[in-house]
T-cell receptor
């Protein structure tokens, strides 16, 4: 069964450094999402992306964050200057286009630790 | 999207059916009910979704009341591996709509 894959599984970085989290969505999916989950808290929406542009974003997704689909297979989340509070699990998700109620499929996440 | 209410936690004996309730009394006509689960810190896993008819797949059954104000996810024969947090989410029919996760129900399957 096709799945969303995320790399790396764990990323450790120092405060102020830039990080790029990578995702390979399910082939032929056209809607892409990033979510995050701080330890012990709810899964929170960050951003959705369609047709090479952001379609929705939350208040969390400020100027420190950016997303990109650099080629036909990858979808990336960049955090420009990491803060301690950016430590969390980051989940990528994708959804097909065929049916508007089609479900999101999530990857297993990247654990980001900012020290 | 309509808000959902779920019990914080539930227990179930291994091999028995697990019935997880969800209230969504403000659901509107074009909103679907989705169920996901999260095992430990893995990514949310899609289980099933429906609009108004009952649905069944290889993982579970979804029973939606006739007035659509509540639903029940049924795991027919729960195993220890079904221990997880289960999320009931209501989402509109717009193409880009994201999912909004609440606190979910922590299901503990016990031997």
């Amino acid at each position: 069964e096709p799945e969303v894959t995320q790399t790396p599984s764990h990323q450790v970085t120092q405060m102020g450094q830039e990080v790029i989290l990578r995702c390979v969505p399910i082939s032929n999916h056209l809607y892409f999402y990033w979510y995050r989950q701080i330890l012990g808290q709810k899964v929170e929406f960050l951003v959705s992306f369609y047709n090479n542009e952001i379609s929705e974003k939350s208040e969390i997704f400020d100027d420190q964050f950016s997303v990109e689909r650099p080629d036909g297979s990858n979808f990336t989340l960049k955090i420009r200057s990491t803060k301690l509070e950016d430590s969390a699990m980051y989940f990528c998700a994708s959804r097909g286009q065929g049916v508007v109620n089609s479900p999101l499929h999530f990857g297993n996440g990247t654990r980001l630790t900012v020290t | 999207d309509a808000k959902t209410t779920q019990p914080t936690s539930m227990d179930c004996a291994e091999g028995r059916a697990a019935n997880l309730p969800c209230n969504h009394s403000t659901i509107s006509g074009n909103e679907y009910v989705y169920w996901y689960r999260q095992i430990h810190s893995q990514g949310p896993q899609y289980i099933i979704h429906g609009l108004k008819n009952n649905e069944t797949n290889e993982m579970a059954s979804l029973i939606i009341t006739e007035d659509r104000k509540s639903s029940t996810l049924i795991l027919p024969h729960a195993t220890l591996r079904d221990t997880a947090v289960y999320y009931c989410i209501v989402r509109g029919n717009n193409a880009g709509n994201m999912l909004t996760f609440g606190g979910g129900t922590r299901l503990m399957v016990k031997p």
